[in-house]
């Protein structure tokens, strides 16, 4: 599907996910090793001691073993691309990289960025979740900030440069000229913080974390609640979009006797609202909702719950464990699964293709490569055939810095709220024009919460909108009628591309499909992205995607293991896969322009499928091992001390609204020299540690957490989370402060990188946005603009991009078509 770019990975597990993306939607991904095979033995094991993860993300490779920095650098003249996670040893140098090969893409995957006042920083999973904002909105309120306990923050930075290095290429394939993509781990798991991340940007108070749900202000809404044999997760929630299905819980919880007329009678669309407005009345009657709810789901399975939930058409599915999900039938029936024969481990079973399309299959990609299976095959052929015609354009006077990668694109957008938009915005930062479709009446969820510029919490004041939508076009059109989506139809001949997610069906049933659309565009790539597919027995589940978060596993691994889960912030697998859409929408455009006919296609991505590949190793832990991952707090079975620990507040404002003081700073250990550093620290600073624990492996220390948690978390409470973070960063261990979105914003890192982006407002003149998670170092994003406001650009689409005159405008207009 992807062009065969050759593409030479030179990561460890910080940047591995990168080239796993890449490599299955068919770049061919040559993993560089040393005679040693350092990286196969990361973290847990199957039984010939390979690491989990390292089989999962390097399935499809191929193993070239070099001896020396000389061979490398003959494998880059022939490369399409380049991706490392630095290796100091190495000391690779994009202007010396480019010297031997003008068209390489060269990405580095760090904690922080290349470059800035934290480049050098020690850095951990737990440490840069502390530094994304994403532990502080996380658990429970009278506990420390939490992270997911499966590792996620490099599986996010890696798939934020599957999305650089693809949108690199594809500048690559216009003028010749390769360039940098540096992608900052901090910011890429920022993403998973969103909407609370920008909140203080916009003088709007943080988010604050609480446990299995979200707080609206001071009201604990909750999502997560116990069933008879586990957990289930409902998305409780008012307004428009929600209400009616929150209407339809409390009639079920009613009929079956756990609740009286009175609250199932309650209008739960406006209840929201009324939690202000009558604050006497209405915030009790929200406990009693939240105990009858929990009455009635206790009583149940979460089979039960779950089969009755979708008959009602209610928002709410089962808390699977990792383990758990290969028996999910669903996945089955849609062929997910990768059935495996390794050579050690026998029939694996493992997550597959992510995404199916009609015309272009992605890659079945068995197992991962022995060490140096293709060193020779390599070496024979060490030229990329793609690089000859970035010599000619070169050659032709090319220009580095122009087009931009995605210049020219069109794109039509009628998804809502978090997956699609991020997804388009993405699009939309790099040079594609993207035209936003709301309905007049029925218009993005997104606008209707994530905080209001200057309190306005209207539609066209959100500042999760604004972010989400910066840089589109916004137009309204009623596709519940004729002509409305006749207008449509007209908008797909104009596109290159077609993001939508509406229920699977929905197209279908308007009579306007993939058939029908790709009739009047054969070229139209059309994206599906929906909670589980258009295909299976869940297709039609609707939800969003903290639903989609509990089915495939992450509520299971987030939380205390004496507690019930606290589930990640919100819509998390809405976090993990833009990063898989935009690489495979290149795929998608590299498919057509190979076609001799200019084809497009249809593709159907299930946001579940793509999200389980951030748990693949946790899935594997059973399939492989038979172990059954579960949450453990911060704790990690390899590490210790791995934990966030109190420290002073300092002068903490305790009555600022949008910094309540929350001090707690994240220490790591990862190896035996941080232990070593931290004792040297703790020692010096009177918090001896004695010398059975100073002298302890990882292994020993893991089986005396609580004694080291003690002294560790003595010397952190005499400092401020700053002063800890500093001391520990001196010395090279891994450690950052706990940020909210206050401490992000000022984030001196942050700032270097220009990740705050201050844009025009169709209101209030000024807001502050989220630039993109990644650096194209030729041709970087621009964006000026934030989300359009309701229907704000009709008129210059209607007219200049369709070519309507005023008589077919006064037409739709009488119709009720466009608002």
Known sequence: MLKPYRILDLTDHRGAMCSAILG???????????PDGRGRSHRSHGPDGTSLQWWAQRRGAQSCVIGDRNELLELVAGADALIESPDPGLGLDYDELR???????????????????????????????????SAAITGDTDRAPLRITAPQSWLHAGSHGAVGTALALRQRDRSGWGQHVDISAQQAMMQTAFPGIVHSANAYPSARRTSGGILLLNFHLQFVYAAADGFVSITLLFGDTIGRFTARLMEWVHELGFCDDELAGLDWVDFGMRLFTDPEVAPAQMEAAKAAIAAMTSSMTRADLFAEAQRREVLLAPVYAPAELVNVDHFSLRGYWDVVDDPAWGSVTAPGRWCQPSRTPLRALGGPPALGADTEAVKAAPRSALLDAAQELRDGGGDPASPRPLEGLKVLDTTWVYAGPFTTRLLADFGATVIKVEGPARF???????GGLRGDMGPDASI?????????????????TEAGREVLCDLVEWADIYVESYTPGTLEAWGIGYDVLAERNPGLILLSTSLMGQSGPLSTFAGFGNLAGAITGYYEMTGWPDRPPAGPFLAYTDYVTPQFMVPLLMAALDARDADPDGRGQHLDFAQAEAAIHFLATEVLAKTVNGDEATRMGNADAFMCPHAMYPCDAGDAEPDNPLEPPDPWVAIVCETEHHWESLCRVLDADGHA?????????????LGRVDEIDAIVGGWAAQRTPAEAEAALQAAGIPSHANQNSVGCFADPQLNHRGHWLEVEHPLYDRMVVEAPRLQLSATPHAISRSGPSLGEHNDHVLREVLGYDDDRIVELAVAGAIG
Do not use: M, Y
Request: hydrophobic content about 45%.
């Open 99 to 133: 010297a031997i090969n003008p068209g390489l893409v060269h990405t580095t995957v760090t904690a922080f960025g290349s470059t800035g006042p934290k480049a050098g920083w020690a850095a951990s999973d737990l440490t840069i979740a502390a530094a994304a904002c």
């Open 24 to 34: 299955s939607l068919g770049a061919e991904v040559v993993l560089v090793e040393g």
């Open 464 to 480: 999760q909108f604004g972010t989400l939508n910066a840089g589109k076009q916004g137009v309204t059109l009623d596709l519940n």
């Open 689 to 701: 540690v004695p010398a059975e624990l100073a002298g302890l492996d990882a292994t020993g220390r």
């Open 444 to 450: 993005d969820a997104a606008r209707g919460a994530g």
